[in-house]
């Protein structure tokens, strides 16, 4: 079984920057795509960014391209996102989330529990 556990998000003034991370444990995170998806209060989840499993390709949300990017360090089993020039409407909880690819959710089969990111205007 393979668990996911998303970390580093928190508050971040609008124009700044995080990194999140998501560790893989019980599976090598290799064989795997991951995705990237968030959550605002009364939303939908939405896509943000995927990455292949060999890391050749990604595909992102138009509303984070050339903000946003994800990436993939199969030797330490974790996906990142990078986050900046946030704005107040990235506010959101931020999923991570393996085997499927693009933005149809139903495509994966492991999700992490989230982590929150609040941009103060």
């Known amino acids: 079984q393979l668990q996911l556990v998303e970390s580093g998000g928190g508050l971040v003034q609008a124009g700044g920057s995080l990194r999140l991370s998501c560790a893989a444990s019980g599976r090598t995170l290799s064989n795997y795509h991951m995705g990237w998806f968030r959550q605002a209060p009364g939303k939908e989840r939405d896509f943000v960014a995927s990455?292949?499993?060999?890391?050749?390709?990604?595909v992102y949300a138009e509303s984070v391209k050339g903000r946003f990017t994800i990436s993939k360090d199969n030797a330490k089993n974790t996906v990142y996102l990078q986050l900046s020039s946030l704005k107040f409407e990235d506010t959101a909880i931020y999923y991570c989330?393996?085997?499927?690819?693009?933005?149809?959710?139903?495509?994966?089969?492991?999700w992490g529990q989230g982590t929150q990111v609040t941009v103060s205007s």
């Open positions: 990455i292949s499993w060999n890391t050749y390709s990604t």
């Open positions: 989330a393996a085997g499927g690819w693009g933005a149809r959710t139903e495509t994966y089969d492991y």
